[in-house]
């Protein structure tokens, strides 16, 4: 499906990019560079000639350019996108995880048995009380309850939980902000 072309005559991903765009030039990226993240985020299914033909670009050097922001690491996958109410996961919580001890290697340990649970879906270390925020999905409240005491209160150095429930998601998107990229000119 074709996009439509604002009045500014810009695709929405070149209107995106240049508006908005803080001061200072991010390095290696243009306007279609960082038209081409635009709207991939939007859709990654688009093949390469509706890609090139929402940012402007003919197809043989827009495909170019995918390789290269996917080999500089500024694509680092493409994945779908499931809605974790169909496959029965209506629990997303939020759990603070203080640390028993707080040096390098019962850190690294700590983040290595997080790392290996499937259950957590993101996992950060923060800075106030507390030392990881952990994103968790489960079926149901008893099953987070069993999985908390059977496995998360067993990690190693846990010395103690707070969690928090989702009781609605707002926004769930996993788009990045792009509109502080200013482009380079080429």
Same mark, same amino acid.
């Given at each position: 499906?074709?996009?439509?072309?604002?009045?500014?005559?810009?695709?929405?991903?070149?209107?995106?990019?240049?508006?908005?765009?803080?001061?200072?030039?991010?390095?290696?990226?243009?306007? +279609?560079?960082?038209?081409?993240?635009?709207?991939?985020?939007?859709?990654?299914?688009?093949?390469?000639?509706?890609?090139?033909?929402?940012?402007?670009?003919?197809?043989?050097?827009?495909?170019?350019?995918?390789?290269?922001? !996917?080999?500089?690491? +500024?694509?680092?996958?493409?994945?779908?996108?499931?809605?974790?109410?169909?496959?029965?996961?209506?629990?997303?919580?939020?759990?603070?995880?203080?640390?028993?001890?707080?040096?390098?290697?019962?850190?690294? !340990?700590? !983040?290595?048995?997080?790392?290996?649970?499937?259950?957590?879906?993101?996992?950060? +270390?923060?800075?106030?009380?507390?030392? /990881? !925020?952990?994103?968790?999905?489960?079926?149901?409240?008893?099953? +987070?309850?069993?999985?908390?005491?059977?496995?998360? /209160? %067993?990690?190693?150095?846990?010395?103690?939980?707070?969690?928090? /429930?989702?009781?609605?998601?707002?926004?769930?998107?996993?788009?990045?902000?792009?509109?502080?990229? %200013?482009?380079?000119?080429?």
């Amino acid at each position: 499906m074709p996009s439509k072309i604002p009045k500014s005559g810009k695709t929405p991903a070149l209107a995106e990019v240049t508006s908005g765009a803080a001061e200072a030039p991010h390095e290696g990226l243009d306007r +279609y560079d960082v038209a081409i993240l635009v709207e991939l985020q939007q859709d990654a299914r688009l093949s390469n000639a509706e890609l090139a033909a929402r940012i402007g670009l003919s197809p043989t050097p827009c495909w170019r350019r995918v390789k290269w922001l !996917e080999e500089q690491g +500024y694509i680092k996958g493409y994945r779908a996108e499931i809605d974790r109410h169909r496959i029965g996961l209506g629990v997303l919580a939020f759990v603070r995880v203080d640390a028993e001890r707080n040096n390098a290697t019962a850190t690294r !340990e700590l !983040e290595d048995a997080i790392r290996a649970l499937p259950e957590v879906i993101s996992c950060h +270390y923060i800075s106030g009380s507390g030392t /990881f !925020e952990l994103q968790v999905m489960a079926t149901d409240l008893d099953a +987070y309850s069993r999985w908390a005491m059977d496995t998360l /209160f %067993k990690l190693p150095n846990v010395k103690d939980l707070h969690t928090s /429930f989702s009781l609605g998601e707002v926004k769930a998107s996993r788009a990045l902000p792009l509109g502080h990229l %200013k482009p380079r000119s080429r």
